[in-house]
């Protein structure tokens, strides 16, 4: 490895690194492969289940609609007499749902950052509340959502607010922990070297442990951007408002026996919407963190 | 002058263990380190070379003893900053240019911008490194990225310069040539340095004192002279009296394990 690496500098001068947008191709084309793949996997799954064989999932038209239908639905209208296609409305949707989802991701990224520089500061507090941290995520979202939402309304506080506060439920556990992970990342010897010149602990602190955990902190929002996705989808679900994704889920899966690639694309969105916003955190992290940075974890 | 840089007495180092075993890293040292020289603590390893190291540099308390460093204790020293650190990593802040690695004392002191870049330039110039300033540490080579640890432990120009196994980690090409790099920098900053390595021939080359120490507990089993000329060159690793002192280093160490 010693060996490798000594060649390093060489390799810099010689022949560039692969370019941003090379390595964005190169992304791309890996996503579109997989895209393919899978696509072929349900096509060819719904072949087989024209032969006779006995198949875990039923692969008629209604269970698994073709991709084709569920993509020619996102064109059609989205109901019958009206002008607005479903993808329309699903787009609507995912705006509002995007809303929400950004209030709670960034309320629940303000707590999990919180609570980690408090956790690694007070080992007592990392005692004490770390057991109550790990047991708030097993506590199953869909059972909370209805009381949240009950409770918000008591104080007759916006619907998107309790929305957003189970989005931030789910989205801080990620950043406390790999937050707490971050801080402690440095090796002992750096710790060393910042105590041999006599640095301050808040030196310490913002010259080493904080640009240290910044990688670790990045991982954990892009988890906590999916997750507050998730979680305004659920916290949709039991709310009544009427314009979010979650509404439109619900609403679609009544009718699925009419319609079951409406209920498959509104899935669709809600999976691009998630997506969109790991990319746009990934995009900040670009911009953030050298690229050398970026390969932790 | 031959004033005394580092003194300690009866030094002793305990470390407890679980089940109120411990392990005695260090027992009864007394040592004296002269200004300007070059020491180094050579032993097998868990022979307490780096706790001996860690305990001048305050990074670890002594069990009993005392130590002066500049006549100071070790806390108060640290903290007049005499101290310059190397260690075995090179332990740079991977998200800095190697100009900022070499400026963090500077900035830790609270020196001003233009001079804090330019004082940190003399010292990449010092390892000849000026030119890779706005590189960052993972493009250099690991023998680089060491000069790097080196430049940055000498900026604050301190009266002693610690070095715990700093070419441990290179390959024997490279770590002669950084023998050669240290051997100038030593000359030119004539600051006094404690070295720590389990090599005999790092140790006969580089030093003007090599202390060899023993396990088990951590003892000095005796301070051998090197006095070799100065400046030590390529050639002075073909004189036949570097290899006496190997012979003679070699020696004390195996009168230890019978």
Known sequence: ?297 | MTSVMVSLRGVDKVFPRRKGASTVALEGIDLEIRAGDFVSLLGPSGCGKSTLLRIVGDLLEPTAGTVTVNGKSPSRARHDRDYGMVFQQATLLEWRRVLGNVALPLEVTGMAEPQRSERAREMLKLVELVEFADHYPWQLSGGMQQRVAIARALTLEPSLLLMDEPFGALDEMTRERMQMELMRIWQETQTTVLFVTHSIPEAVFLSTQVVVMTPRPGRVAGIVDIDLPQPRVFETREETKYFDKLVEVREVLRAEEE
Do not use: C
Request: charged letters at 15%.
């Open chain 1, 1 to 297: 490895m010693g060996g490798l690496y000594r060649f390093i500098p060489l390799m810099v001068v010689a022949a560039p690194p692969i370019s941003f947008s090379n390595r964005w191709l190169r992304s791309m084309v890996g996503f579109g492969v997989v895209l393919l793949v899978l696509a072929g996997l349900w096509e060819g799954y719904k072949l087989l289940g024209r032969t006779d064989l006995p198949l875990p999932v039923r692969a008629d038209n209604r269970s698994m609609p073709h991709l084709w239908d569920i993509v020619r639905s996102i064109f059609e209208p989205a109901r019958r007499g009206s002008e607005e296609t479903l993808g329309w409305v699903l787009t609507k949707a995912s705006l509002v749902t995007f809303r929400e989802a950004v209030a709670g991701f960034l309320a629940g990224s303000v707590i999990g950052l919180g609570l980690g520089l408090l956790f690694v500061r007070s080992p007592l507090a990392e005692r004490g509340l770390m057991p109550w941290v790990v047991a708030s995520q097993t506590i199953p979202l869909l059972a909370i959502a209805p009381m949240v939402v009950l409770w918000a309304g008591k104080y007759r506080l916006p619907l998107w607010i309790p929305i957003a506060a189970l989005a931030a439920f789910l989205s801080f556990f990620p950043v406390t922990v790999n937050t707490i992970r971050g801080l402690r990342s440095p090796s002992p010897t750096s710790a060393e070297l910042f105590r041999s010149i006599a640095a301050s602990p808040s030196q310490e602190f913002r010259k080493l442990r904080i640009p240290a955990a910044f990688p670790y902190l990045f991982t954990a929002l892009k988890v906590a951007a999916g997750a507050s996705v998730v979680g305004t989808i659920v916290g949709e679900l039991p709310s009544g408002l009427p314009d979010g994704l979650g509404r439109q889920l619900l609403t679609f899966s009544y009718y699925y026996s009419s319609g079951p690639e409406k209920l498959y694309a509104a899935v669709l969105f809600a999976v691009l919407l998630g997506l969109t916003f790991v990319a746009v955190v990934a995009l900040i992290e670009r911009l953030v963190i050298p690229p050398t940075r970026r390969v932790a974890q």
